[in-house]
Each structure stands twice: as C-alpha cells, then as structure tokens.
C-alpha cells in the first residue's frame, strides 16, 4: 500500500532559548506561535491550557523552567540556584493531575543537583540538554505507541477517542492518535470519531484540527451521543490517552473517559488507553490517591465568551475522572501492549 506523509503540529519545542509553544486557546479558528521566558507566563500558560495534555505540559514545564533561568546565569549560584529551586516547584504544581509535570521538571532540577559544584553556565547548559532530551525522547516514545497501536487497526476501521491526545498533546505524533497517524502514513482508511469534550471543547477543537489537517476522516460527537454512537456505528474500539496511571493500572484522563469506559464494556467494544512510561506513577496503588484537578466553574457556565448557565449555579468542576483498571482492555506504551501485571518494564524508563 502506498505510504503517504503526515503533517502534525509541533506544540511545544525550544526557539533559540525561549518555550515556543502552539497557544491552543485559539484553535481551530487561529493559528499562533508564542515565545515564552518568564516563569510566570509558563505558568500562566499551562494552567490556562494554551499548552496542554500531559506529555506536552511535561515538556512545556521542563523546557519553560530552564529558559526562565536563562537570564539568571550571569547572577551569583546562590542566587540562581534559589530562584531554580523557587520556580521548579511553582511549575511542577502549576497542574496537579499530569504525572509527566512534576516528572519532567524533577529530571531538570535532578541535572542540577548533580552540578552542584558547577558554575551557573555549566549547570544552564546541563538543564538545557536535559529537558531537550525529555522532548526527544516523547517524540520516539510516541512513534512507538504508535507502531505498538497499528496493531490493533486495519484497513476501514473506526476508532472513537476522547479529548485530545495527539500531536498536540505531546512533543511527536501522539499517543492515542499515534497509530492512526501511522495507518495514515502507511495508506490504510482509519475513520476517527470525537467526542467535542466538555467544558472546553479539546476533541473538536484540537482533535479535529489536527487530524483534518492531516487528511484523516474525523467525525465530531458531542459527548453525551457517544452511547448512541457506540450502538449505531460499527466501532472496532476506543483509544484514550492518560494523565496518570497508577500502579493497578487505575487511569486518570479528561472527565468524561470513565463513561466511555462503561459505554465501551456495554457494547463490547475494546477500550485502550495510551501512553508513555512518563505517565505511569508507581507510587500509587490505585486511582483513590490521584490528585484531581479542579477548574474554575465559569467554564462551565460560558467558557466561550457566551452564557452556558446561570452566574450563580455551582458546577461540578473535575476536569479529569479516573477509570478503574477492569475496564481497561490494554495499555499501549513505548513498550508494548501491557495489561497492569505486566508494567514491570515500564519502571525505571
Ligand atoms: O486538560 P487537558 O486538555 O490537558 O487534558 C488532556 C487529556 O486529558 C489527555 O487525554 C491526556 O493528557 C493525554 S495527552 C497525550
């Protein structure tokens, strides 16, 4: 079959020593680069999701805390490094749920520390290959999933997803539309149907963009059809991503996957979730002890500008739910397809 190219955006990369990231508040209907230096403005960012999913916010924070120091190697070490140590903690609990956030920023602050008797420079320069390391690696470990994901796809089937958990959401191709791209590539018709994911609308914004744009057949659901769709069209199965998965295999991902989970065991239909091992946290048991994250209730009740509910009505605010592992038919990793018993591997990755 003939193998064709795909063209996937680069959300978030190193321009000479600034965070360039996609600000992704403004997709579908504007496309902007911005470049990013200030430790405040990285937060900002990834706490208004101009730079999101959990790969992409890992990478964003450990690419962000070094270029925000930039401007502070030519200072004391006592200085320098108080400031690293003040603004490596504001950034990995900018957001609580992504494991990868505080993983990656951990490996940046981990070169520092073993430059501890360096010189400012030297330890810059140390952090810097570090965190474009962190983002090298998340581009090969998403072509993985992918290849480990092509798998389980073949010519003419249809794939339901949730959120958006490709390129956008990572620094390569993905990691539940990782094997779609790839049966793009190879010539293979893969149909993609996404749910628009409430309150903020990622799978119709972003997923949609982004596959579209890549010439993959997309179909936008509203989130409360996906039970209907399930029914109605011929679904050969579910991929998710994941913000963190703990150790019996417990998923945390964007509200809204735990319903599908059940929707998808209703209907008999393979319920996958995909991601690197920098999702995996091994220091929790199970899905009790993830933090989830709270979003303030006015997006939910206007997050576009418009009224979507009354001022003053509470709203249930999680952004993320947890699936339990029984629901969860594999996980695609960099290392395979894994069932919980089987994340051995993934430790120490
Ligand atoms: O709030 P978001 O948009 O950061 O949520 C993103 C998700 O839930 C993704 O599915 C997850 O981070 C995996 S991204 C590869």
Not at 47 to 76: D, K
Not at 112 to 127: F, I, P, S, Y
Request: aromatic share 6%; net charge negative; proline share 4%.
């Amino acid at each position: 079959m003939a193998s064709r190219s795909i063209d996937v955006p680069r959300a978030v990369r190193w321009h000479d020593d600034a965070l360039r990231i996609i600000d992704q508040t403004l997709l579908p209907s504007e496309y902007k680069e911005i470049d990013l230096v200030e430790v405040d403005d990285v937060i900002e960012a990834i706490q208004s999701l101009r730079v999101r999913g959990a790969p992409a916010i890992g990478i964003a924070g450990a690419i962000g805390l070094v270029a925000s120091l930039r401007q502070y190697v030519e200072g004391t070490g006592l200085a320098f490094r108080a400031r690293l140590a003040e603004s490596a903690e504001r950034i990995r609990s900018a957001r609580p749920t992504a494991a990868n956030l505080a993983w990656a920023v951990d490996r940046v602050t981990a070169v520092a520390d073993e430059k501890a008797d360096a010189d400012n420079a030297e330890a810059w320069d140390a952090m810097r290959r570090e965190a474009t390391a962190i983002l090298e690696e998340d581009r090969e470990m998403c072509r993985r999933i992918g290849e480990h994901g092509l798998t389980l796809l073949r010519d003419g089937s249809t794939v339901l997803t949730h959120c958006n958990a490709g390129a956008l959401a990572t620094g390569g191709i993905g990691t539940a539309l990782a094997p779609i791209y790839l049966a793009a590539q190879q010539g293979l018709k893969v149909r993609v149907l996404s749910g628009e994911t409430r309150p903020l609308l990622q799978g119709s914004r972003l997923t949609a963009w982004e596959l579209s744009r890549a010439g993959v057949d997309v179909l936008v659901l509203t989130d409360n059809a996906a039970a209907a769709a399930m029914s109605r069209f011929d679904l050969d199965l579910v991929i998710v991503g994941a913000d963190r998965i703990a150790a019996n295999g417990d998923v945390a991902n964007k509200i809204g996957t735990y319903g599908l989970a059940i929707a998808a065991r209703h209907h008999v239909i393979p319920f996958y979730v995909a991601a690197p091992s920098s999702t995996f946290d091994f220091s929790l048991a199970g899905g009790d002890d993830i933090p989830i994250e709270e979003r303030g209730g006015d997006e939910v009740r206007g997050a576009f500008g418009r009224p979507t509910a009354p001022d003053s009505v509470p709203v249930f605010g999680a952004a993320f739910d947890v699936t339990p592992a029984e629901l969860v038919t594999g996980f695609i990793t960099e290392r395979g397809i894994l069932m919980p018993g089987e994340f051995e591997v993934l430790r120490g990755m």
